[in-house]
């Protein structure tokens, strides 16, 4: 973390405890590959211009001020000044409120998760904090105002320092009755069952998160390659479609297949990696 560079600093504050903190992104997309749109025929890029949606006419920054639809055309203009004035005043403290069980939270609330580090001094109540939390088994509810909006963060003991991720509004999370409405009131149970939890028993592994690829980013990288060396790449075959299957039957074969024995993962070629582009560097792993 020492050549990284905080996206927050301010303080965790606990009762009357509080010790300076400095928060890290993640998890980023900033490496992935990323196009530039051309105008075909020069090659130049092109630029975004704002024009007035009546008029064609081009719309200057200096001209252009937030609007509220209130309803079909009609807006309630925002301007600058009065936007700033709604962002609520901040002391740069992560206040706790609250230990809770990890597992007490629902997946669905996590928003984007966030290193915390003691920043200078405070390295002696910051291990504290984690290291109490961890033989506890609990998390941190804490709130501060981070990026306009004051924002909940849950906070874990990870590896050597702390996460925070930042949670979902409750208005931001959508129910699942409307997913699950639909869903048919059967019961499994029987032959069907059991082969069933005979496949997930012979499919148990462990989460390593470097044995997924991004297989798009690999597919571009190397179609990048190519056209600069001049070559083409080979049309893909479209796969087979997926026919309807009895449920029964195939949960047998796959049952069956399960039982030659479980497959290690073969080593994997390296990926291509798009000229210009820096390979991404081994993260450790998540600790438990």
Partial sequence: MATARANWKGFIKVGELSFAVALYTAASSSERIAFNTLNRSTGNRVRREFVDSETGDPVEREDQVKGYEVENGDYVVLEPDEVAAAIPDSDKTLKIEAFIPC????????????????????????????????????????????????????????????????????????????????????????????????????KAGSFDAKAFDDRYEAAVAELVKAKLEGRTLPKKKAPAPSKPSDLLQALRESAGKASGGTKRASSKPEAAVAPGKPKRSSRSKRAA
Avoid: W
């Fill in 103 to 202: 597992s007490e939270i629902d997946d669905v609330y996590f928003d984007k998760p966030y290193y915390l580090a003691p920043d200078k001094m405070g390295t002696d109540a910051f291990k504290l904090l984690r290291d109490g939390m961890r033989q506890a088994k609990v998390a941190a509810l804490a709130q501060t105002v981070l990026f306009r909006r004051v924002r909940t963060v849950l906070i874990r003991p990870h590896g050597q320092g702390l996460i925070g991720t930042t949670l979902n509004f409750d208005y931001e999370v959508r129910s699942s009755n409307q997913a699950f409405d639909d869903m048919p009131d059967t019961k499994i149970q029987g032959e069907m069952l059991d082969l069933a939890k005979h496949i997930i028993k012979t």
